[in-house]
């Protein structure tokens, strides 16, 4: 009996071998290699590799502010995205769920954006942007403003907010799917019993659209969150993280002391401090948007 | 259920077989494979490995992989888990260089270059200062043994270009480039009265800036100085590392940097100055086959970056452009060092010069050469390369310098504020390698 039972429990693990073995080589064992280099000093290219212990950590933690500024920026970023952004697909989620003449043309064209490979997305922008000749430098002439023109992602004042635009842009499709999606499962019935009893648009937004979409909202703040901390490849096609450090997000932080300086231990314990930092931004959501659907 | 356990045991198990064999059919043992970042020169070299096969019957595979960071990626994956190819080159710097050595990637090529094939020691055929880049000197910093590990492909200068029609139309001599640093900037009015755009390079790619900056900074202190501050023995708040600085600010207070240069890359800057709309270039001498492309009737001349003072020579970077090293961990590294010495003779690099317009490594190739190449190769002379130095700077100090320039560019730091940024970072570090 008891070899019976053996057997059939090995027969089970057989059949999540296979799953195993993937989730093993490339999820938990370069995240296991990652926490091993962040306590060496390895250049990346030799087989021999020294133990620092924490000092990569406590060198980053107290005394390197080029990463903590580019956490700022990318935080920055995410505060744009969480509400300019998400607002944005939200109002074009709204009016796509009603029944409008072109719909699926119009869920089309706001899904485009988030389809195009970043660095696509990035050069088209640098025309637009470019101080000597670009395209909304001739637009502000063109509307008697062309005293604000600039090169928009050279100058400090304006490179992390154009850079944002452009992040923003090219992200707001996907809320806008997920918005979407989210609003046509509410039950059509709720609406029609409300309006019944009287309700505005406004009533039916704030007392059924909004309770019954929180879980929607907390998906897309999340994916929203950890997509744009992770920003990279438009910052990598427009400024490179300049001018200075102004457009410098983790990403490239990471990259620059992996890549440009050969410092591949250092840029691993960057990469476990920014992995809890994530971890922990999307544990303080989850909690508070549990706390908000108790409310 | 037992039944279907045994078949997912066997799909399994076949599946992990078929994994675990050999990738690819092997190729011929001798077939030499060459990884490279050079998409310029991709057609050449495919054509020069055709001429090698029907010659020797060795078939080569060249592999292309671009941009450069992408490749530079790869290889350094390759090195970590023992893949690399038979013949590669190594882009970074030189510490990055010296990694692959004492990791056992490099053969050592000083007895293949001092032999003779052909009545001619392979040395002696090429620029010594191309071969400098690839070589450590004795006593080196980073503890590998001496000997030269590349060999150059071609010869790379990084200096200055100057459009002779905007100059023309500036009112300017088109024949007669700034001399020193007061001249350019009173060209630069010139230019500014006219309207014209004056200087464009890719500084949004820090390299640019550094090397630029370099140049200026041998100039002003002369080249020991600069090594000493490398060394830590000078602090780069000295006052001429400030004066280095504040000519960085007097290109932002005299408008000298087309807008947008602060975050340019640098295949940008080049179609701005192939398309006119700059009349001065900080750009390497591969610059001459980009420009033919992008607008064959540009009329351009060479320049050496405007001297400062006349105390010291006006030191640019060059030697070696591309350059390739054979694996120690190849079995077919001695038909790797053959076709080196083949793809480095005469013909080939005459080919090669003369298809993807670069200086050849090679001294007796150089007739061959256009004018405007030949402008770059008369100012070989002055030529120098971090790879040569005796002693680096250290790459966080590099960035903080470079990263300081583009906020002096953007007018957001004094050039005392980055003085003293960089020689905190710089005290830093120092105090890291105690």
Known sequence: MNLQKIRNGLGNYVFILPAFLLFFTFSLYPFLKVFQLSVTNWDGISPHMTYVGLSNFKDLIFDNRVFWNSMGNALWVTLLALTVQNLLALVLALLCDRDIRGGNIYRVIFYLPPVLSGIVVGLIWNWIYDGNYGLLNHFLAFIGLGDLSRAWLSDPKTALVAVSVIHMWKGF??????????????????????????????????????????????????????????????????????????????????????????????????????????????????????????? | MRHSLKLFIIFFAALSFLGCSPSDKKESSQAITVWHWMSDREAAFQELAKRYEEQFHIPVKFDLYAPSEAYAQRVKAAAQTDKLPDIYGILGEKRDFASFIKSGYVVNLTPSLESSQGGMVWKDKLFEKALAVNEFISGNEYGVTP?????????????????????????????????????????????????????????????LIDAFASNLAMNIMGQEKVFATYAGKVP????????????????????????????M?????????????AAYAFNGSWCVNVYKGMNPNLQYGAMLPPKVTNQNPMRIWGGAGGSFVVNQKSKNSEQAIQFLRWLTDDAQQAYLSVETQNLPSNKSSLDKISPILAEFADDMDNATHPNVYPVHEVPPVTEAFDKGIQSILIGEKTPEAVAQEVQRIKEKELKKNQ
């Open chain 1, 173 to 295: 499709g996907w809320g806008f799917v997920i918005l979407l999606a989210g609003l046509q499962s509410i039950p059509r019935d709720l609406y029609e019993a409300a309006r019944v009893d009287g309700a505005n648009s406004w009533i039916l937004f704030k007392n059924i659209t909004v309770p019954l979409m929180i879980p929607v909202f907390v998906l897309v703040s999340i994916l929203t969150i950890l997509g744009t901390m992770q920003i990279f490849d438009i910052i990598i096609a427009t400024t490179g993280g300049g001018p200075g450090y102004h457009t410098e997000v983790p990403i490239t932080r990471i990259v620059q002391t992996m890549v440009g300086s050969g410092q591949f231990g250092y840029a691993c314990a960057m990469g476990v401090v920014f992995g809890i930092i994530l971890l922990i931004i999307s544990m303080i959501q989850i909690r508070a948007s549990k706390m908000m659907r108790q409310v």
């Open chain 2, 265 to 277: 890359v640098n295949k940008t800057a080049e179609q701005t100055f192939a398309n006119e709309r």
């Open chain 2, 236 to 263: 780069y708040t000295d006052a001429d590392w400030v004066k280095v600085l504040s000519l960085f600010k007097q290109m932002r207070d005299e408008a000298i940097l087309v807008d947008g240069a602060v975050t």
């Open chain 2, 147 to 207: 000997g030269v590990y590349g060999i150059p492909l071609d010869v790379t200068t990084i200096q200055m270009v100057y459009n002779k029609k905007l100059y023309e139309k500036a009112g300017l001599d088109p024949n007669r480039p700034p001399a020193n640093w007061e001249e350019f900037v009173s060209h630069c009015r010139a230019l500014k009265e006219q309207k014209i755009p004056r200087f464009v390079s890719g500084f949004g790619e820090i390299w």
